[in-house]
Each structure stands twice: as structure tokens, then as C-alpha cells.
């Protein structure tokens, strides 16, 4: 069965405006989310999951807006995301972001970044603005699968695309990102 949230405004004072955790197929859309920890929390075994028309903001100067880990399947649309880390995701599978913007709030914040061993991502018509002192898009060590990225501007941070040592049979597919005043 699908579960729909829509119209809402979800605040967590001390914690998330949004957590779904071993839950499947959820809709959120047209919302509002900020937390004190994140905005919004796509948790383990969270599936088939999207979140569009919608904006997820955080207060913590050292959690991200989004924070997904150990989901399958979960989609981000034409939704803003803002927090220190906009968005961080991490042993999570087949992940995309479209038509979606990503601000980094901290000086060294990233837009997007992927840690502990992701399988498959796809940003797609995004806008990832980094901090400073930050990253657009980082890519930490270990991440498997396909990156695929297309038609994504990357702003404001001193590096727009950062990648460590991956995993193998990493493969990242590029058909556009545009550097736009890099710091």
C-alpha cells in the first residue's frame, strides 16, 4: 500500500521534521520539513520512497538537511534542501535527485555527499551549491555501482567535484556539470 503526506509542515525541535524508517513506498509532497538534527530522515530500510515539490531545512551546524542511510529506491523532486551538509547519503542503493536544488549552509559543507559504500545515484537538472570552503559533490571512499550526473550546475564551493578512492567496478557517467563561480 502507498502512504501519502502532503500540504504538511513537519517540525522536530530536538530532532527530525521527518523520519521513515523500515517503511515503504511513502509519498511526501508539496511539505515542509526542518528539524533541529535533520530536516528529513530516509532510514534504514526505507523503500521506495519520494519526497518532491518540498523543502527540508536543518539547524544543526554538523547534520545534513537530508540524511539517507541504508535505504532502497529513494527519490528526491524538484524539492530545495538547505543545511550545513544540504544532503548526505550513505549505504543507501539506487538513489536520484532531480530537478531538485542542494545549498550548503557551513563554511566547509558539501551540496551532496555520498559516504559508506552507496550503490548507485543519480543527479540529474540539480543545482548543488557547497559552501565556500566545501564541496559540490563529494564522493567518499567506497561507493559502488553506477554515478550517473547530467545537466547539474555546480556552485559557490572551492571544489565542485571531489571523488576518493571508490570501490571496484565504480563507474561514474558524466553527460554535463557546469562550474559556475567556484571560490
Request: charged share 5%.
Given at each position: 500500500?502507498?502512504?501519502?503526506?502532503?500540504?504538511?509542515?513537519?517540525?522536530?525541535?530536538?530532532?527530525?521534521?521527518l523520519q521513515l524508517s523500515a517503511a515503504s513506498t511513502y509519498t511526501v509532497t508539496q511539505s515542509y520539513m526542518w528539524g533541529g538534527q535533520y530536516g528529513a530522515w530516509l532510514n534504514t530500510d526505507a523503500r521506495f520512497s519520494l519526497i518532491s515539490l518540498s523543502t527540508m531545512s536543518s539547524n544543526s551546524a554538523g547534520n545534513p538537511a537530508l540524511y539517507i542511510t541504508g535505504s532502497t529506491s529513494s527519490t528526491i523532486q524538484s524539492s530545495y534542501i538547505r543545511g550545513s551538509t544540504?544532503?548526505?547519503?550513505?549505504?543507501a542503493i539506487d538513489t536520484k535527485i532531480n530537478s531538485s536544488v542542494l545549498v550548503a549552509t557551513n563554511t566547509t559543507g558539501s551540496a551532496l555527499a555520498l559516504t559508506g559504500a552507496n550503490m548507485g545515484l543519480t543527479v540529474a537538472s540539480s543545482t548543488l551549491r557547497g559552501g565556500p570552503l566545501?564541496?559540490?559533490?563529494?564522493?567518499?571512499?567506497?561507493?559502488?555501482?553506477?554515478?550517473?550526473?547530467?545537466?547539474?550546475?555546480?556552485?559557490?564551493s572551492a571544489r565542485g567535484l571531489e571523488i576518493s578512492t571508490q570501490a571496484?567496478?565504480?563507474?561514474?557517467?558524466?553527460?554535463?556539470?557546469?562550474?559556475r563561480g567556484l571560490t
Open positions: 500500500d502507498a502512504n501519502t503526506i502532503s500540504l504538511s509542515t513537519m517540525i522536530g525541535i530536538a530532532n527530525y521534521g544540504a544532503a548526505l547519503i550513505s549505504g566545501g564541496s559540490g559533490l563529494f564522493l567518499d571512499i567506497g561507493n559502488g555501482g553506477g554515478i550517473a550526473v547530467s545537466s547539474v550546475i555546480v556552485t559557490g571496484p567496478g565504480f563507474v561514474l557517467a558524466v553527460d554535463s556539470i557546469t562550474f
